[in-house]
Structure formats: C-alpha cells, structure tokens
C-alpha cells in the first residue's frame, strides 16, 4: 500500500498580534504562501507553534483556522498531544470534527510514562478516531524515547497509527524503525523531525521531513526533499549544502525563538511569543540571521 505522508510538511508558527492574541491576518498570508510555494502539508499546534502556551480554546481555533485557510488544497496534520491521554482524546476529536487529514501525538512530556505507558497512550487515541495519527518521537523535549520495539508493537496494534516524526537524532534507531517498516507496514510513513538529518533519513528510505525551515523556505524544501525522493541524490546533496548553515541557524537557541524572530525580519508576523518563550537572548545570532537570510534571499511578507 502507498505510505500516505510524503514530502514537507511545515511546522507551522503560531503568529501573534502586540497584545498577545493569535493574529489571524498573518496565519492566512503564512499559510497561503506555504500552499503557494508547493507545499506537501501543513502541522499546527506542534512545538514550532508554542502549542503548550496556547489555551485549549486556542488550540483548536489554530487548527481550525489553518483548516479553514488550507480549504483541501493541502493535508491538514493537527498538533493533538498531550502529556493526560484524556486531554489528547479529547484534542484529537476535535481536530477530526473540524476537518484535520491527520494527527500529531507527542510523546507525554514531564510524565516519563514506561514504554508500556507510551504503547497504551498511542494506543488509546487511536482508537477513538478515524483519521491518521503520527507518533512524535522527540526524547529531548518529553523526556522518553519510544522505542523501536514499541513502535514496531504499534505498527501492528493499529491501522490508524499511519507514521512516526523522528526527532530522536539517533539515526541508527530511524534506520531500525525502517527497517521494522519494511517487514510490516509498508504503508508506515517515517518523516524526520530534523532538517538538518533529513537527506539521511531518506537515504535510509524515509519519506521526507516535519520542517522547521520550511516556513521560510518553503519552495527550497521541496525541491530539496522531493529531489531526494526522486533519486536525483547529486542535487539533493548541492542543496543540503547550501541550507545547512540555515538548518543550524534555526536551532541556535530554542525552537521556535530562532524561527519566529526570522520570520518578524522578513515581516510575515510580529516579533511575539508567549512566555515562556521569548526574543532572542544574544544579539549575534540575530545578525547571523539577518546574513543568512540575506544570502538565501528568503521572500519577504
């Protein structure tokens, strides 16, 4: 069977106005330039969009919101963990009611549940609703690694259960997961959590990233990424060269500070987050963005 994500998918930003609210003009314009720019999909309410400050009310207008912006035109893959599974059912009905492709299930952060914990969780939301679910794989963030073997047990517990964000940095343990695919579910997507390793990923036969740089960078990506899924690995590899720095950049402090703060540069939203995020510590890294973006000639809002 054909593995349903493949390509880009952006971790999209959540903009906000100068009091503190979402701002919707600017999600629109992001989302449309995302769709525009060629886009595989598009994730709200995941890290990049400062998901654990937003209430629950907002929560489910941002994916609504991006829904509603999107209008079919690309999949919809809403941000639905949590660290209570209840919560998370209860997020990820939601996104289904309102119309979302598919979910994103952090692993339970601060919880650090055993991987017989993690195996139910997945399991239980799975369960209960009738679009694709990915497993967000990110230790650094939550805590707890899911393991190969657990993913492998919920390849098998679970149709709906259709992929897994790879965000470990361990790419033996993605190979392995591949590898566990291979034998399975063919039709299990595994995408990366990291820019920067995505070129590997789909060298070991994954099938493309949850990007970060993507929402500045959209069109590049795609080329990027889709070159390397169509075997054309010698331009793939001139363009990971090219991006690399850029990747690096992104992460120069924590996500999403780095990302957002180029995005208010480049005047695709306001220099605002919710703490306890907040503006970029050291004025070196600013400027380091400002050169790189510069030299990208990434578009401006």
């Known amino acids: 069977m054909e593995r349903q994500f493949r390509g880009v998918y952006t971790a999209l930003i959540t903009p906000f106005t100068k009091k503190g ?55 919809v893959i809403a941000g639905t963990g949590s660290n209570a599974t209840s919560e998370a059912i209860r997020l990820s009905r939601h996104a289904e009611e309102a119309g ?23 399991k239980a939301v ?40 790879e965000a470990s940095g361990n790419l033996d343990q993605m190979k392995d997961v591949i590898f566990e695919r291979n034998s399975k579910r063919k039709d299990f997507s595994v ?8 070129l590997q990923l789909i060298e070991a036969g994954g099938d493309g990233v949850v990007s970060v740089a993507s929402n500045l960078i959209p069109k590049r990506m795609v080329e990027f990424v889709h070159a390397a899924l169509d ?10 060269t090219a991006l690399m720095p850029f990747f690096r950049a992104m992460f120069l402090e924590t996500n999403p500070i780095p990302v957002k703060t180029a995005m208010a540069i480049q005047g695709w939203c306001e220099e ?23 030299r990208l000639e990434v578009p401006r809002g």
């Open 21 to 75: 609210n979402i701002d919707e003009e600017a999600f629109e314009k992001i989302i449309e330039d995302q769709i525009v720019s060629g886009i595989d999909g598009l994730v709200p309410c995941g890290t990049t969009g400062e998901s654990p400050t937003l209430s629950h009310t907002e929560h489910d207008r941002v994916i609504e919101l991006t829904i509603k912006f999107a209008n079919g035109r690309v999949p």
């Open 100 to 122: 979302a492709s598919g979910l994103l299930l952090v692993n339970p952060y601060y919880n650090k549940p055993t991987q017989k914990g993690l195996y139910l969780h997945f």
């Open 126 to 165: 799975a369960e209960v609703v009738n679009i694709p679910c990915i497993v967000y794989n990110i230790k650094g963030r939550s805590g707890v690694n899911v393991e190969t073997q657990t993913m492998s047990k919920l390849m098998e517990a679970s149709s709906m259960i259709a992929g897994v964000k």
């Open 191 to 198: 995408l990366s959590g990291d820019d920067n390793m995505t």
């Open 231 to 240: 075997g054309d690995m010698e331009k793939a590899r001139n363009e990971e």
């Open 272 to 294: 605002e987050f919710r703490l306890p995020m907040c503006s970029l510590s050291d004025d070196t890294h600013r400027e380091t963005l400002k050169q790189l973006l510069e």
